[in-house]
């Protein structure tokens, strides 16, 4: 399996960035996908999940700001991420849960200048 993550950059409080991850090597419309950052020297958290079905969960820091969706034709996760904020500044990383192993991509940077 393999997750690759683009759409990071830099941008200014208030701005946007949409992120994307391609998936291959896995049955991709059965997994659950999520987005997760990791802000240097704190831990990885979850940023937002969609099941296979298309039910969604965030954090309650980003609800309302960002949104994931999935497009199962063509092993696509995405996460559009409106009104950025400094806090929002870390390596986000797409995740792919099966039923026995989690899969995860490189990463890509997000930064968000005030």
């Known amino acids: 399996v393999q997750l690759v993550e683009s759409g990071g950059g830099s941008v200014q409080a208030g701005g946007s960035l949409r992120l994307s991850c391609a998936a291959s090597?896995?049955?991709?419309?059965?997994?659950?996908m999520g987005w997760y950052r990791q802000a240097p020297g704190k831990q990885r958290d979850m940023v937002a999940v969609?099941?296979?079905?298309?039910?969604?969960t965030y954090a309650d820091s980003v609800k309302g700001r960002f949104t994931i969706s999935r497009d199962n034709a063509k092993n696509m996760v995405y996460l559009q991420m409106n009104s950025l904020k400094p806090e929002d500044t870390a390596v986000y990383y797409c995740?792919?849960?099966?039923?026995?192993?989690?899969?995860w991509g490189q990463g890509t940077q997000v930064t968000v200048s005030s």
């Open positions: 969609i099941a296979s079905r298309g039910s969604t």
């Open positions: 090597g896995s049955i991709f419309s059965i997994n659950s």
């Open positions: 995740r792919q849960s099966t039923t026995y192993v989690d899969y």
